[in-house]
């Protein structure tokens, strides 16, 4: 047998196959793109970055900056794979101060595009512009053109038919997209950014003297008053940012971003810090949202981790892990004073004696008592201290007394009384607890958790029969979305209107509410769009519709359902226990947690030594 003449299995790859490999690894989707271009617009010193998009960035994606532009003999060699000017030498790779490094970014995204470069730089007379087709340079020409650079992607994918099948919609691609840009412009606030998507603008990030004016851009007023200030420093570290304080906690994880050394990444060693950091700070169902920034020294991270860069390693974790702890601790232990806008204190405010500021609905409703810690399901628990007048257990109240608590613009409406069943109502406990004799047991029932199962079935009830009904609002309900989010809610509004919730576009990340379903209460409506945000980021193909509603319903119930801290008379006790016994006594509210704590009579017999 000649071996010499026998084919080995093992060859080496084309060169176009190599590029194609190489851009699957760095170019992920549209965003990928949007990222790395941005990424080299920055460390070219760019002070205005413009990017534009079709369909989500399938069709087009056009970065333009004022940048310093290359000349004529780099702007070919940019296209080159491992060609660039932020590595010189091996020890570089160990010490990067630049956003790019690895070299591939241009030309992965040129072998799954059709892309064109204009590019000139303040010093030169001309620039120049190159067209390339998958990978392969078509034209090169010298043009006239402003100092920066402009790059033009379109028909991303379009050699590469297995990668664009797994594009998602394009609200969904755009969000992600829309997402890069903040978190660029969260990293670089004296930069101005601007993102138009099919012709028309989204966004407008002018330039911000600090960072607490690109956080009022991005994320408002009211969301800055909830937030308070970090600090830290360790050994060759830095953290500075904000973080929300635990009252003001959410259901939702938005924003939760993290820089090191201005990249956006993904850090499980600081997301764990800063769990911990919180602490009993945290209520069950509740997450931190935060903008923080760790500057580290760049020999002491490893930025090469990832080919997206979306990952960082750190040369000592257990360092990074407790300086963020400590910070977010410190923080948080302090006073849940905000950032100060326009030279005042934006501070939540503590309520008079009752406990009570009104059901959700209100602006100034149930957000105002920084002691009580808020959870998902709208459970409220003590901070560690007493009421403010001094008791830990509220005295019960009639109906009357309890319409006329102060401190909220209008009356609290009662529990809707029906006719009464097998239930003696006890009182209450800690505006908290019900105690009632329910047939021959005792029971101790959570008043937040068993009115927001109630409202479920509800719910539930009538979406299986198809008629939700729907109350319109006197008063339509302005409220912002994050772009990101807005996007995805846009898409499924019309979700939300079969059950009852009629939400409309009112320019850039701003809805109205006009109407809600007919058997809910007054709501806190930026808090419960908030959450439903969460709820359809969930979504998917392979759920059920079933699957998908029930979150929905059930956030919609626990906005709804009376709070804990709320004084409840007698008689509104009982309906709501009545209205929870029809529904079966089921032991769980939607999101899981426990109704009530129920003692037989034969368990009474038993601790009393009657059996």
Not at 261 to 276: D, F, L
Not at 560 to 576: D, F, H, I, N, P
């Amino acid at each position: 047998m000649n071996l010499a003449s026998r084919t080995g299995k093992i060859q080496v790859l084309p060169g176009d196959v190599v590029s194609k490999i190489a851009a699957g690894e760095v170019v992920e989707r549209p965003a990928s793109v949007v990222r790395e271009l941005v990424d080299n617009s920055l460390d070219a010193g760019a002070t205005k970055i413009t990017v534009e998009v079709r369909d989500g960035g399938r069709a087009l994606i056009k970065v333009t900056d004022d940048g310093e532009g290359m000349g004529q003999e780099d702007a070919p060699l940019a296209l080159e794979r491992h060609a660039t000017s932020k590595v010189r030498s091996e020890q570089d790779l160990w010490s990067i101060h630049t956003l790019g490094f690895r070299g591939e970014a241009l030309p992965s995204i040129a072998s799954v595009s059709r892309l064109t470069l204009i590019t000139a730089r303040r010093d030169e007379p001309v620039g120049t512009r190159l067209v390339l087709t998958g990978g392969v340079t078509e034209q090169r020409e010298e043009v006239a053109a402003s100092p920066g650079t402009q790059i033009e992607a379109a028909d991303l994918f379009f050699n590469t038919p297995a990668r664009k099948k797994f594009l998602k919609a394009t609200p969904t691609e755009f969000s992600h997209i829309c997402q890069v840009i903040q978190q660029a412009a969260l990293a670089w606030p004296k930069v101005r950014f601007r993102l138009l998507h099919n012709g028309q603008e989204v966004l407008d990030y002018p330039a911000a003297s600090s960072l607490r004016d690109r956080l009022l851009q991005l994320y408002g007023q009211r969301w800055l008053e909830q937030v308070v200030d970090v600090r830290g420093e360790g050994p060759g570290l830095r953290l500075t940012g904000v973080t929300v304080h635990g009252a003001q906690a959410r259901a939702g994880r938005t924003p939760q971003e993290l820089f090191v050394n201005r990249r956006a990444v993904k850090s499980p060693t600081m997301a764990h810090a800063i769990a911990e950091g919180y602490g009993s700070f945290l209520a069950k169902g509740r997450y931190p949202q935060y903008v923080l920034f760790l500057e580290v020294e760049p020999a002491r991270v490893d930025v090469n981790v990832h080919p997206a860069k979306r990952e960082v390693r750190f040369a000592d974790q257990d360092l990074v892990h407790q300086t963020v702890r400590r910070a977010v601790r410190t923080a948080l232990g302090g006073s849940p004073q905000g950032i100060q806008l326009d030279g005042q204190s934006q501070q939540t405010t503590d309520r008079a004696a009752g406990g009570y500021a009104g059901w959700p609905g209100t602006s100034a409703g149930w957000q105002t008592q920084p002691s009580l810690f808020r959870r998902r399901d709208g459970l409220q628990t003590e901070a560690g201290r007493a009421n403010p007048a001094g008791q830990n257990v509220a005295p019960f109240l009639s109906g009357a007394e309890q319409l006329a608590v102060p401190g909220i613009g209008e009356a609290s409406p009662g529990y809707r009384l029906e006719a009464a069943s097998e239930v003696i109502p006890l009182g209450q406990v800690g505006r908290t607890y019900l105690v009632a004799q329910v047939g021959t047991e005792l029971q101790v029932i959570d008043q937040h958790t068993a009115h927001e199962r109630v409202l479920f079935e509800r719910l539930w009830r009538a979406w299986l029969e198809q008629r939700v009904p729907s109350q319109p609002l006197l008063i339509s309900e302005p409220i912002e979305v994050p772009l990101q989010g807005a996007t995805l809610l846009t898409r499924h509004l019309p979700d939300l209107d079969k059950l009852g919730l009629s939400i409309e576009p009112f320019g850039a990340g701003a809805f109205v509410v006009r109407s809600v379903p007919a058997q809910l209460a007054h709501l806190d409506y930026v808090a419960l769009v908030q959450d439903l945000v969460e709820d359809l980021s969930e979504w998917n193909a392979a759920l059920s519709l079933e699957a998908k509603v029930r979150p929905i319903l059930a956030t919609l119930a626990c906005h709804s359902a009376v709070r804990a801290g709320r004084a409840m008379a007698l008689s509104e006790s009982k309906q709501l226990i009545e209205d929870w016994v029809r529904e079966g006594l089921p032991m769980t509210c939607p999101h899981g947690r426990r109704v009530a704590l129920r003692l037989p009579a034969e368990e009474l017999g038993k601790i009393f030594g009657r059996a």
